[in-house]
């Protein structure tokens, strides 16, 4: 059978499942007035000549023929007629894809609400561990039903950024008065919006002990059948901070944007008024005699000034008695070092080291003999990590070279047979047959 190609086949059906911007808004006028319930043709014209009003398209030559251009297509995806009743009503298609707009605008930003799913995503998955149920069973049943709500909410804050961004463009070209204390508003916005990220990021903590708990379960005999959805739940999670942070870079590079273009202007505000004022003074000002001195006399109101002093006003240099005193020598503190705490933090960081070394020397092993025969049979070379090194290095390793292989799809095809091979001394550890293979 061949294989659903998404390209071709919205190619071909593209006018019919996504609405041009008109046949779209009245889409929606329909849908806000009447939801699910029935509506008359004259209802849908009506709403026609509404939409086309408030885009100032009104006037239409063939105003007939073009409400049943409107009508007809609308038929196509989005609207079922019933013949008997002479009425419209949504189909599945349209309601949906006009509820899925309507709560995308009115979503607000909740870290709250994120912070409680978090929580029961945990909670939930401690029960499931608990009651030795399927972890598969709680992707689909507790993941998968909060990831949309999950992603929607950075969808908010990164679209509140670009409307601060769209609205910067905007007023760097406008000349309006109040532009500076517009700016400034914006400025605290983004604040508000850079602290909402912060606020986000630290309902996203507890992703960390999620993550902790999925490396445990991986890490347990005979747990390989999970492996796909603990990679789905831990790149959620990477995405998720990394799309946060970027977020907040963005903000941090509009900012001194926003605080450029403020200086920028009040210089050359302050440097027109005082052209203008300079102006208006050589404009009114003339030079009176006064003896054998030509004085400059200014406009009417504005006192005699001395344009420039003849005499030098002494200067004087004041210093303060504690810049001359003598100074006592400030005594430096002795630092105090905890060496028992030093120790066990090297000896940690040590382990830590060497754990990665030799992980990343198995895992070089691995692809070397993968690249050398174009296959690699994973589960002897388990058992031989096992029985050189600890358990923990071995899982870490068959994690290590998961994670790389199914990275690359393309270059890597990995084979499971789930008839378990037992470790030929200790009986209690057992691993599926997994052979990756080298695509040609």
Request: proline residues 2%; positive net charge; contains cysteine.
């Amino acid at each position: 059978m061949e294989p659903f190609d998404l390209y071709r086949e919205a190619k071909n059906q593209y006018e019919k499942l996504i609405p041009e911007k008109s046949d779209g808004l009245i889409l929606l006028s329909l849908y806000a007035k009447y939801k699910d319930k029935n509506f008359t043709e004259e209802n849908i014209i009506t709403i026609i000549n509404k939409v086309f009003k408030d885009r100032g398209n009104e006037s239409f030559r063939s105003e007939y023929n073009r409400n049943n251009l409107i009508i007809m297509r609308l038929q196509e995806s989005f609207l079922w007629r019933n013949e008997i009743k002479r009425s419209y009503q949504f189909k599945k298609y349209g309601l949906e894809l006009c509820q899925n707009i309507e709560k995308r605008l009115i979503d607000k930003y909740n870290p709250a609400k994120i912070k409680r799913f978090f929580d029961e995503l945990y909670k939930s998955l401690m029960e499931n561990i608990t009651e030795e149920k399927d972890f598969n069973i709680w992707v689909v049943d507790h993941f998968d039903v909060r990831i949309l709500e999950l992603i929607s909410q950075i969808e908010i804050l990164d679209q509140q950024v670009n409307n601060s961004v769209n609205d910067l463009k905007i007023h760097v070209k406008s000349r309006d008065h109040n532009i500076i204390k517009i700016l400034e508003e914006m400025e605290i916005y983004l604040e508000i919006i850079k602290e909402q990220a912060f606020e986000l990021k630290n309902a996203f903590q507890i992703s960390y002990e999620i993550d902790e708990v999925l490396i445990e379960i991986l890490q347990q005999p005979n747990n390989y059948k999970y492996i796909e959805n603990i990679q789905k739940v831990q790149k959620f999670h990477d995405n998720s901070r990394n799309q946060l942070e970027q977020v907040s870079k963005r903000i941090e590079k509009i900012k001194p944007r926003i605080r450029e273009f403020i200086y920028d202007f009040n210089k050359l505000d302050f440097d027109r008024k005082t052209n203008k004022f300079i102006d208006y003074l050589l404009e009114n000002s003339f030079v009176k005699k006064e003896g054998g001195l030509k004085r400059i006399q200014l406009s009417i109101g504005i006192p005699n000034l001395k344009i420039k002093l003849t005499e030098h006003l002494p200067i004087f240099n004041i210093i303060s008695n504690r810049d001359i005193s003598y100074k006592l020598p400030i005594k430096v503190p002795k630092r105090q070092i905890d060496l028992s705490k030093k120790n066990k933090l090297l000896e940690k960081t040590n382990k830590w080291k060497q754990d990665k070394e030799r992980i990343s020397y198995w895992t070089d092993i691995a692809f070397k003999e993968l690249e050398k025969n174009g296959i690699l049979v994973f589960t002897p070379l388990f058992f031989k990590i096992l029985d050189i090194d600890k358990f923990p290095i071995a899982v870490k390793t068959a994690h290590n070279v998961l994670r790389q292989t199914t990275k690359f799809k393309k270059k890597y095809r990995i084979e499971i047979n789930q008839n378990a091979i037992h470790h030929t001394t200790i009986k209690s550890i057992s691993l599926w047959q997994m052979t990756i293979h080298k695509v040609l």
